[in-house]
Structures are given as structure tokens and as C-alpha cells.
């Protein structure tokens, strides 16, 4: 994945065969990282990338992730739902 200026970019159709080497980049750059942004060019094609997004943003709170960090991003409500019988 491209790093520039500390700034790690996804592409967001990455597929969830690839998020392996998409780990293994971002965690040989952790510390180089500031912001991991996103090539919205498409849809997400894997659950697996937003959980590899939010445990990094866990583990190093202080890299920026704009998907996760922007107050009216689609994640504040993913994992809420409501069960009506």
C-alpha cells in the first residue's frame, strides 16, 4: 500500500484476500503512520478492512483514521442495531 507523508492509503475495494499484506504493511509502518486514509473509488468489499481499521485506531489511538474519527461517519451506528419482535 502507498505511504506518503505518513499517510497510509487503502484502497477501499481491497478484498479480503488481500487485508494479509495490508496487515503486514501497516504493521511494519506503525510508527511512521500519522493518518491511514481510504481510496473511496467503490464500495467496501470486506467487513475484515473495518476491523482492521478500528483495531489499529485501538491499539494507536492517536493515528488519524477519517472513516472512524469524523463525527457523521456511517461507523457511529454500525454494531447498533435494535431487535423488534
Do not use: R
Not at 20 to 26: L, W, Y
Not at 33 to 49: R, Y
Amino acid at each position: 500500500m502507498p505511504m506518503d507523508n505518513n499517510i497510509f492509503t487503502i484502497d477501499i475495494s481491497t478484498s479480503h484476500s488481500e487485508l494479509a499484506n495490508v496487515h503486514k504493511d501497516i504493521l511494519k509502518n506503525i510508527d511512521k503512520i500519522k493518518t491511514i486514509e481510504l481510496k473511496q473509488d467503490e464500495q467496501i468489499n470486506s467487513s475484515a478492512l473495518l476491523s482492521l481499521l478500528i483495531c489499529v485506531k485501538n491499539s494507536k489511538p492517536k493515528i488519524k483514521i477519517p472513516l472512524i474519527d469524523e463525527q457523521n461517519s456511517f461507523l457511529n451506528g454500525l454494531g447498533k442495531f435494535s431487535i423488534v419482535k
